[in-house]
């Protein structure tokens, strides 16, 4: 895993055959996004075109930050690539909603059902 960071911005990544984790910690703002924004150019300068972004320790973004996103997705898209955001804060999930990002960024969660909805559902079968 490789990293750089500065201030209260830290990132985080892993990246092979042509995608990459990045994971985002601190805040994401005006003075911080243009690092993020280099950092993404970057990789797909290395033809890394799948590029999933967690953003679990990040406390804070704003409107630069929110652009560095939707910049990377539509370029990525462009490029046959992907662009996604994974487990963001309850406060930033929010913040993708209200701005309408949310179904242009967040990764849609996968639903697995457990030994317990099973038991359920066969349960139900043999009830008379």
Do not use: N
């Amino acid at each position: 895993m490789e990293s750089f960071s500065g201030g209260e911005f830290g990132v985080d990544f892993v990246h092979s055959d042509g995608e990459a984790l990045v994971l985002l910690s601190g805040e994401l703002d005006v003075a911080t996004a243009p690092a993020l924004r280099e950092r993404l150019a970057e990789f797909v300068s290395q033809g890394l075109i799948t590029i999933s972004v967690d953003l679990s320790a990040l406390r804070f973004i704003d409107s630069a930050g929110l652009f560095v996103f939707v910049v990377a997705q539509k370029h990525l898209e462009r490029m046959g690539g992907s662009f996604l955001l994974l487990r963001p804060s309850p406060q930033i999930e929010k913040l993708l909603q209200v701005t309408g990002l949310a179904p242009l960024l967040l990764a849609t969660p996968v639903v697995v059902p457990s030994i317990a909805d099973e038991a359920a559902l066969r349960t139900s079968r043999l009830a008379p």
